[in-house]
C-alpha cells in the first residue's frame, strides 16, 4: 500500500490539470435531441465528446434545464450528478425519474421535489452517497429572468374606467346567479320521481260526410 500511495502522490504532483468548468443554461438550445439545422447540429456533436471524455482532460459539462424532453439522449446518460429542484407536477416527476435513471431512489423522497420552495434541491449521484436536500443561499446578483415589481400584479389598470369595472362585476354576479338557477332546475327536475307503467293512448276522430244525389 505504501508504494501504491508514493505512486498516487508522484502522479498528483504531476497532474497539471486544471479544473474546467463548462456551464449550459436551457441546456436545450445548444445540445438537443432534435436539431432544427445543421448548425444546431455541429454544436450538439462539439459537446458529446465533452460529456464523454471531458473529465480525463480536466474539463466538465454543467447542463441546466426545464426541458429534459429535449436533451440529447447520448449525453444525458454521461451526468454523473444530479440536482432536481422543484418540479411543477407529478407527471414531470415521472419524466424525470425516467429520464435521469432514478428508479432506484425512494418515492417518497422523489415526490418532496413537487413540494419544494425557492432554493431547495434534491442531490444524487457520485457526489453523495445516498440522495439529500440541498439548501442553497440566497443569491447576491440579479436574476435575469426575475419576477417582474409588485406594483404590476395586484393593482388594476389605471386606464380602466369604474364604470366598465362595476359593469363587469355586474356581467359575473348575473352570469353566476344565471348558472346557479340552471343548476337548481337541473337537481329539481332529477328528484321528482318518474311514474312509470302508464300508457298514453292517442283518441282519433273521425267525421263522414254524406251526400245524397237527386
Known sequence: MGKNAVVKGIGEMNDTRVPIFVVL????????????????EALRDQFRPIAAEGRKYGVFLILVSRRLDKLDHLILPECANKAIMRLDSRTILQLVRGKLGLQDIDPY??????????????IAGQWTSRPEIFYCAARRTL?????????YWAHPDPH????????????IK??????????????LASSIPKITGITTFQTTTTTTTTTNAQ
Not at 30 to 36: K, L, Q, S, Y
Not at 143 to 151: G, I, T
Open 143 to 151: 436574476q435575469e429572468e426575475r419576477d417582474f415589481s409588485k406594483k
Open 174 to 187: 348575473n352570469n353566476n346567479t344565471k348558472t346557479k338557477r340552471r343548476r337548481n332546475r337541473r337537481a
Open 109 to 122: 423522497v422523489l415526490e418532496k421535489t413537487v413540494q419544494f420552495r425557492k432554493g431547495r434541491a434534491l
Open 25 to 40: 443554461d436551457e441546456a436545450h438550445n445548444f445540445v438537443p435531441e432534435e436539431p432544427r439545422n445543421r448548425a444546431e
Open 160 to 171: 380602466i374606467s369604474t364604470k366598465s369595472v362595476q359593469n363587469a362585476k355586474h356581467y
